[in-house]
């Protein structure tokens, strides 16, 4: 496979991340690398945490890892493992109803995504079953990727 690292952008410059790299406060204080800050989580979190991360998938491969972080930040500083993977299926979800395509991350030069062939149920069963698997966090980049 052809994971060299993790990129946390599509590119720089790209309105994901400014073009000096820095991390951006989110609206109210709240940082979305760091989850400092801020109120409570609300449905509007929720949506802007999906607002990016299609946006994301619109500009380029998406995988995992950020979505496992706007997760992180929807559930909550200190939540439960089992919280955030349910938060991340939800984000899932509404990602799919926007028309995201879920599927193994290709190994092709001309192809980021092997889209699978499935409802969405089916798509979250397989999904929640790959982060089941999993122990170490980093190594939810071989769940699945995410394209548009």
Known sequence: MRFGH???SPGRGDGLLP???????RPGGRNRWTGE?????SADLFEEEVE????????GLLYFVPLWDSAETVAGRGAPVSRVREVALELIGALIDRGVRVGDVG???DRDIDPWDA???????R?????RRMTDPTDLVYVCGFRV
């Open 6 to 8: 993790f990129v946390p």
């Open 19 to 25: 073009p000096d790299g820095r991390l951006r406060e």
């Open 37 to 41: 800050g801020g109120g409570a989580v």
């Open 52 to 59: 990016y991360l299609f946006r994301y998938a619109e500009k």
């Open 107 to 109: 190994e092709r030069e």
């Open 119 to 125: 409802d969405r149920e089916t798509v979250l069963a």
């Open 127 to 131: 999904v929640d079953a790959g982060m």
